[in-house]
């Protein structure tokens, strides 16, 4: 390699990402053991493997192996109906969760700024926290019925108790020097709130909408699982009734897999729009 | 010239008393005049600043800058922080851009008026670094440059050195010194450090505590310009006399106030 090569090269290494750099960038392999990565994959396959073994000893018809489960899983993937399924779950996930944002994220940034509010709406902010959700099902379900109306409800209040609070928590720790600062440089009220208030509070507001979506997911499955039997619950809850273990366990294979999707778009969002806060040790809930 | 005439400020205490911050303080700061304020921890000289600045009202009296009343914060005067103040998420350019944003200023003009006093600070090649990657006297840099990009007529300094180290510090005095000897505008500069208001100022207003009211204002009789050669002045008879007087004063004000730690 020429020198000019080896400048080249050294210019188009990765940029963009923020924070003090030690010393010399890791090797390709050096990243890789460095990274997570390969010991999930090392305990996943001793998971894989220990379960394959238990199932094979002394399983019987409701403890599927890890190869039946992975084929019943790739099963369920081509079929209609796990599609079909997931389509109608998702309809209520999608909706209940976009109205937990859409009235979360607003409730918690004014919560946050007006204390005084606090008053109001801490005690429900607190039944929304320790309600055992599945008790208000049925509740739901005898006000709304069993259509997707209920589910979607249900989503949104499951999910959107993470969303308010970690908004709320968000303007509350923006610095009030910054409040002060740009108020001496003239700051509307609505200045405040565009330039000083939401970028501060931005990444504690997407740490909320990713704790927010796992609580979704969850939220969606037990509505389906308890009451409404419809869909991915509605699914479980038919394998179960054939005794259809490896179908059981692919259904519940594929909402985690779901799940994990979903939080790591979430995780992927957070790191893209507020990079800047990844290295601030004031990050509270992580 | 900012004219301030009988200012009160007064205000309820954690115990439910009424504290005086400022009492009857009269002040007149000349166009283009450094001025320093000097005081013990308690007199009330952040509150002045920000009574100038139009950040929060006071009870009495009045605060007038070039014929205008003082009724909030206003384009003429910008103001430099002790914590420096500078938001986390920006770049160095968009935080000395800031202010010139609030007020509407199109991006091109913007960034072109943030790069040249990001030359001005010394700070050329980290337009796009973020607060975290400087250091305290870097990011103090970008406060002071940010409150330059607007023009001010007025620069209001709240103890901006405060926070960052001795050796920086000098560097940051000696730096602010020939900005002013070339940018020409009036400054109040608070500090608890006597050394600096007198390298700095061009007279010291020298405050008292419970309640704040200004005890003294202290001609500085030493030259200008004075970045050229600061050790040669800080060696000099009359900025060593100055000091010292600042101090028996600033002594006899503790003594007043804490007879028994200053006795014992």
């Not at chain 2, 006597?194 to 505590?209: F, K, N, W």
Request: glycine share 10%; charged share 20%.
């Amino acid at each position: 390699m020429t020198l000019a090569a080896a400048d080249r090269a050294a210019r188009r290494a990765p940029r963009g990402r923020s924070g003090p750099r030690t010393g010399k960038q890791p090797g390709a392999l050096g990243r890789l053991l460095g990274s997570s990565l390969p010991y999930q994959l090392v305990t996943f396959v001793a998971f894989a493997a220990a379960w394959e073994v238990y199932a094979t000893v002394w399983g019987g018809l409701l403890i599927p192996s890890f190869t039946e489960t992975v084929h019943a899983t790739i099963g369920l993937l081509v079929s209609a109906e796990l599609w079909a399924a997931m389509y109608v779950s998702n309809q209520a996930l999608a909706l209940g969760f976009a109205i937990a944002v859409l009235i979360g994220v607003p409730a918690g940034i004014v919560l946050g700024r007006f204390r005084w509010l606090e008053r109001f709406a801490d005690v429900y902010l607190n039944i929304l926290l320790v309600t055992p959700m599945a008790a208000i099902i049925p509740l739901l379900v005898m006000s709304l019925g069993f259509g997707l109306a209920s589910r979607v409800v249900l989503v949104a209040i499951f999910s959107i108790v993470m969303v308010v609070v970690n908004s709320r928590a968000g303007v509350r720790q923006v610095d009030p020097s910054l409040i002060e600062m740009a108020r001496s440089f003239g700051a509307t009220e609505r200045q405040i709130w565009t330039r000083v208030l939401l970028p501060g509070a931005m990444p504690a507001i997407m740490t909320g909408i990713r704790l927010g979506v796992g609580r979704a997911v969850t939220g969606m499955v037990i509505v389906e699982l308890l009451m409404v039997s419809a869909a991915l619950g509605g699914l479980i809850l038919e394998y179960r009734g054939l005794f259809k273990a490896a179908s059981l366990y692919g259904t519940i294979v594929i909402i985690l897999a779901e799940a994990l999707l979903l939080i790591s778009a979430a995780r992927w969002a957070e790191r893209r729009l507020t990079g800047w806060a990844q290295t601030d040790s004031a990050r509270s809930a992580r | 010239m900012i004219e301030i005439r009988g200012l009160g400020k007064s205000f309820v205490g954690q115990d439910g008393g009424t504290v005086e911050a400022l009492h009857d303080v009269d002040l007149d700061v000349v166009e283009n005049e450094f001025l320093t304020v000097l005081g013990p921890s308690g007199c009330g000289k952040t509150t002045l600043l920000k009574c100038i600045a139009g950040l929060i009202p006071w009870n009495e009296g009045d605060i007038v800058i070039d014929g205008t009343p003082v009724r909030g914060p206003g384009p003429d005067r910008s103001m430099v922080f002790q914590n420096f103040a500078l938001l986390p998420w920006a770049t160095v350019l968009d935080n000395v851009g800031f202010g010139l944003r609030l007020r509407g200023v199109g991006r091109a003009e913007r960034e072109e008026r943030a790069r040249s006093l990001i030359d001005v600070v010394g700070l050329s090649g980290f337009e796009t670094k973020r607060p975290h990657e400087l250091s305290g006297g870097m990011q103090q840099r970008v406060g002071i440059a940010r409150a330059l990009a607007v023009q001010p007529s007025v620069l209001l300094m709240d103890e901006p050195f405060g926070a960052v180290d001795e050796q920086t510090r000098r560097l940051l005095q000696e730096e602010l010194l020939s900005i002013w000897e070339q940018h020409r505008l009036t400054v109040v500069f608070i500090t608890h450090s006597m050394e600096e208001a007198v390298l700095l100022g061009d007279r010291v207003v020298l405050m008292s505590a419970r309640p704040g009211r200004i005890a003294e204002i202290v001609p500085v009789p030493l030259q200008r310009p004075r970045s050229n050669d600061v050790g040669a002045l800080e060696r000099s008879g009359a900025y060593v006399e100055i000091t010292a007087y600042l101090w028996d004063r600033l002594r006899e004000m503790h003594e007043e106030h804490r007879p028994s730690e200053v006795a014992g």
